[in-house]
């Protein structure tokens, strides 16, 4: 809306009140004149009356006078009246217009969004500054008052132009230098949405979903950057980027593959660098003890059943051993969802350290539960490394669809923490309740 008709609009409710107010003055002076003309014509029938009855013989010539002169008497009274009535009126009807005029300014001074529309217009007028400054990568030095415009006067634009993919990648980038993730995201999605060709959008989305440390929207990050990737192989800041979300994600095979790209580009004391190393260590480190923990477990052999079966033929020796007697149970959530085929797999960690070797483990075909398991130093991995030697551990129950102890998508387990007793088996339970 222009100002132009703005001010016309507001003209028009003005005079609306004016004439509302008046509107009862009015109709009273009319009335007022159509009751004189009324008055006066029945004193001229009334005359007319009396000629006629004196010329009858009705009444006399005196009393004609006598009448005429009560009627002439009774005209002049009314007329005064009237008079005084409508001279009166003027002073009430401009004191009560004043006040309506008054009332009106004054409540729509409290009420009105002058200084909000005001603010809009410059923030419209500053728009192209402002957003040529979000778009250098100088949004650090915008102050919250220019923040504040720039985003309302984003928003009026894309009011306008919804199909402007540009508006809503600077609505999203505004957003997400102030850590407004989520608005970020959707303004960044509709951006690529309305222009999937522009590869600088699809950038921005996935540097968008990166900041977040969510596992779906890294994923989906990595899938962005994977596609870019194949559109432009040789783009080394791709690889850097892809490098570092597949970090995250903890998948080595990636992170060493696009770090290896950009390795000998990075500077030697390069922070980055070194955190990706350091990730990669770990991550090689965590594989190593995967490896090994499988390569174990398989040497478990399906007669764990029968193990378990007999081991109440063991309890005579159990006061000798170091462990645990595990029921497990599932989750009324799990016990829906949960894989009914497969293994169930239960392992104790050190609850001390960062050592991730189970100090023993147990693997049985999964069946109907709840279950008992028992896990001694007897399960250990290694003869060095036992229930016997830990103070406190970390006991899980895994529901794994392939017996592989790596974490896979789509399994469930729980777990519990629990200290150890030395020369006893404990009795402890574990619920099986969230999904990996």
Do not use: C
């Not at 990737?229 to 970090?247: E, G, K, T």
């Amino acid at each position: 809306m222009s100002w132009s008709e703005f001010y016309i609009i507001v003209s028009g409710l003005i005079t609306l009140v004016l004439l509302i107010v008046a509107f009862p003055w009015l109709r009273n002076k009319n009335h007022a004149k159509q009751d004189s003309l009324s008055n006066t014509q029945i004193v001229k029938q009334r005359l007319a009356e009396l000629d006629r009855e004196v010329q009858e013989g009705l009444i006399s010539e005196h009393d004609k006078r006598q009448a005429v002169d009560e009627l002439k008497l009774a005209l002049v009274d009314e007329s005064a009246f009237q008079s005084h009535k409508t001279g009166n009126a003027k002073l009430p009807l401009a004191i009560g217009a004043v006040l309506a005029i008054a009332s009106g300014v004054i409540v729509y001074a409290q009420v009105n969004q002058m200084g909000r529309v005001t603010q809009a217009s410059q923030a419209i007028e500053s728009l192209p500054e402002l957003s040529q400054q979000l778009a250098s990568g100088n949004a650090n030095n915008l102050t919250q008052q220019d923040i504040a415009s720039l985003a309302l006067a984003i928003r009026q634009r894309l009011r306008e132009e919804p199909e402007d993919d540009t508006g809503w990648m600077y609505f999203g980038r505004l957003m997400l230098s102030i850590g407004q993730e989520v608005q970020a995201i959707e303004a960044i999605d509709k951006a690529v949405s309305l222009a999937p060709s522009n590869s600088a959008n699809r950038i921005t989305l996935a540097q968008a979903l990166m900041t977040t440390g969510d596992v779906n929207n890294l994923e989906r990050a990595q899938s962005i950057l994977l596609g870019l990737l194949n559109d432009n192989p040789a783009n080394d800041n791709l690889a850097l980027m892809m490098a570092v979300v597949s970090a995250q994600l903890g998948d080595l095979e990636n992170t060493q593959r696009f770090y290896k790209q950009v390795e000998g580009k990075l500077p030697a004391d390069s922070d980055m660098a070194q955190r990706l190393v350091a990730r990669i260590k770990e991550l090689q480190g965590n594989t190593s003890e995967m490896v090994a923990l499988q390569n174990t477990a398989a040497e478990i052999t399906d007669t764990s059943i029968a193990q378990n079966a007999s081991s109440e033929a063991q309890s005579d020796s159990s006061e000798a051993q170091t462990g645990f007697s595990i029921t497990v149970n599932l989750s009324d959530d799990a016990y829906t969802k949960a894989p009914k085929e497969g293994f169930l797999i239960v392992f104790a960690q050190d609850a001390n350290s960062d050592n991730k070797m189970p100090a023993a483990v147990v693997k049985l075909p999964i069946e109907d539960f709840p279950v008992s398991v028992t896990l001694t130093t007897e399960n250990a991995m290694m003869p060095q490394f036992t229930l016997a030697t830990l103070s406190d551990v970390v006991v899980t129950a895994r529901l794994s669809k392939d017996g592989n102890v790596a974490v896979a998508k789509g399994e469930w387990q729980g777990s519990v923490s629990a200290s150890v007793t030395a020369n006893e088996i404990s009795s402890l339970s574990v619920i099986i309740d969230k999904e990996l």
